[in-house]
């Protein structure tokens, strides 16, 4: 069983930055592919970025590319997701999640642990 929680999140003005965080406990992460995931209000989960257990291989949504960048520390046990630029349709509760699989996935339903989500607010 693997226990994530996200931090990070909160109100930011249109072109700002924040960086979230994405800790784990109760296994070690290495041997999970990690994902972020995004859900404004009325909307679908939209993938965000995922990244593999080693951080050598990474994925991004084309509405958050060159924006946003996910990497890991898999020896603090925590995945992060830098946001720059951003923008007021980044308005949602970001979500990271673990995946058993031995690749990058960005279907939601291939991940396994899911932690409870932080909100970003993005004004313009």
């Known amino acids: 069983q693997v226990q994530l929680v996200e931090s990070g999140g909160g109100l930011v003005q249109a072109g700002g930055s924040l960086r979230l965080s994405c800790t784990a406990s109760g296994r070690t992460l290495s041997t999970y592919g990690m994902g972020w995931f995004r859900q404004a209000p009325g909307k679908e989960r939209q993938f965000v970025a995922a990244?593999?257990?080693?951080?050598?291989?990474?994925l991004y949504a084309d509405s958050v590319k060159g924006r946003f960048t996910v990497s890991r520390d898999n020896v603090k046990n925590t995945v992060y997701l830098q946001m720059d630029s951003l923008k007021p349709e980044d308005t949602a509760v970001y979500y990271c999640?673990?995946?058993?699989?031995?690749?990058?996935?960005?279907?939601?339903?291939?991940?396994?642990?899911w932690g409870q989500g932080t909100q970003v607010t993005v004004s313009s």
């Open positions: 999640a673990a995946s058993s699989w031995n690749r990058i996935v960005r279907t939601h339903w291939d991940y396994d642990y």
């Open positions: 990244i593999n257990q080693s951080g050598g291989n990474t």
